[in-house]
């Protein structure tokens, strides 16, 4: 069965640090990846997604996420994280099996930066 | 920006008792998803709904489950005799008819106890 698998459960970084979050996933055919974030007493919503082409995708508020099919891993980065940007984050896939667009989530990472 | 809408936001109800939860998925959306997610867990995915049937569905969405889009607007899942594990958040999300790698957008979760 599909899985994702988050390495990290709670980050805690100061103001300006760099962020990488892990993610890896199970499924070896063509995959299509996310990275969702939920902001305190907010909903889910994307960050960034990858289907194909460039491996190095970027989405909002400066997050990019980088595609190493080798490896099996989709981990998210920034350069310099805000304090706007605690929040969790979920990476998620949808194997190249479904059709339907059910999305495996990791676990989440919780991110807590300090001011 | 369009949004998926959920409600109620809380549920408590007693173990045995009928739950319905509603969502209003984006308006020109054609696939909808029920997720959860219990304390402390991923969040799962129970069901896919397109052309007003069930598309997909996972080991969780047994017989005590049912989805329905009653109208053109609405989309229910009904849990038909509440147990103690169903307590979690439910989240609804919809997408355009496009690929499975469309963005799936989430509406806010429905908080459910099951006491």
């Known amino acids: 069965a599909q899985s994702v698998s988050q390495h990290n459960h709670h980050v805690i970084l100061s103001e300006a640090a760099s962020l990488e979050l892990g993610c890896n996933y199970s499924y070896g055919g063509t995959v299509n990846l996310f990275w969702y974030v939920q902001y305190p007493g907010q909903h889910l919503q994307l960050l960034l997604k990858?289907?194909?082409?460039?491996?190095l995708v970027k989405g909002i508020k400066g997050f990019e996420a980088e595609f190493i099919k080798s490896k099996f891993s989709f981990n998210l980065r920034k350069p310099s994280v805000q304090w706007s940007d605690t929040a969790e984050y979920f990476c998620a896939v949808i194997g190249g099996s479904s059709n339907t667009g059910k999305l495996i989530f990791g676990q989440g990472t919780t991110l807590q930066v300090k001011p | 920006e369009p949004e998926v809408t959920q409600t109620p936001s809380h549920q408590v109800t007693q173990m045995g008792q009928e739950v319905i939860l509603r969502c209003v998925p984006i308006s020109n959306h054609l696939y909808f998803y029920w997720y959860r997610q219990i304390l402390g867990q991923k969040v799962e995915f129970l069901v896919s709904?397109?052309?007003?049937?069930?598309?997909?569905k996972s080991e969780i969405f047994d017989d005590q489950f049912s989805v329905e889009r009653p109208d053109g607007s609405n989309f229910t899942l009904k849990i038909r005799s509440t147990k103690l594990e169903d307590s979690a958040m439910y989240f609804c999300?919809?997408?355009?008819?496009?690929?499975?790698?469309?963005?799936?957008?989430f509406g806010p979760g429905t908080r459910l106890l099951v006491l």
């Open positions: 709904f397109y052309n007003n049937e069930i598309s997909e």
């Open positions: 990858y289907f194909s082409g460039d491996p």
């Open positions: 999300a919809s997408r355009l008819a496009g690929g499975p790698q469309e963005t799936q957008y």
